[in-house]
């Protein structure tokens, strides 16, 4: 598992790069977004809509997703639980 680290400066978490790490957006056009870079370590970023459909459970330190994220451009696949990255099954 990897830790998926929060960051509330947009362009801190961008410059930093840090696989796994997240950025939750409230102000992004359409609703509330969460920005991460895979937590494989490819360095792909990747954005998803925090929508009653994905499961988010609103918390912004331990956020948890019901659904798994996939990046199909690796072949990625990963959860989030509770700032945790475990890998999609």
């Known amino acids: 598992m990897i830790r998926a680290i929060p960051f509330v400066d ?4 961008r410059d930093a ?3 796994g790490s997240i950025y939750i957006d409230r102000r992004a056009q359409g609703g509330t977004t969460l920005q991460f870079f895979c937590p494989c370590g490819c360095g792909q970023m990747g954005t998803v809509s ?5 499961g988010w459970n609103g918390d912004e330190t331990s956020p948890t997703l019901a659904e798994k994220i ?10 989030l639980r509770g ?7």
């Not at 947009?10 to 978490?13: A, G, K, P, S, T």
């Not at 925090?50 to 994905?54: C, F, K, Q, S, V």
């Not at 996939?70 to 959860?79: E, K, S």
């Open 10 to 13: 947009q362009l801190r978490h």
């Open 17 to 19: 790069g840090i696989p």
């Open 50 to 54: 925090l929508t009653p459909d994905a």
């Open 70 to 79: 996939g990046l199909p451009h690796r072949g990625c696949a990963a959860q």
């Open 83 to 89: 700032r945790y990255w475990e890998p999609g099954q």
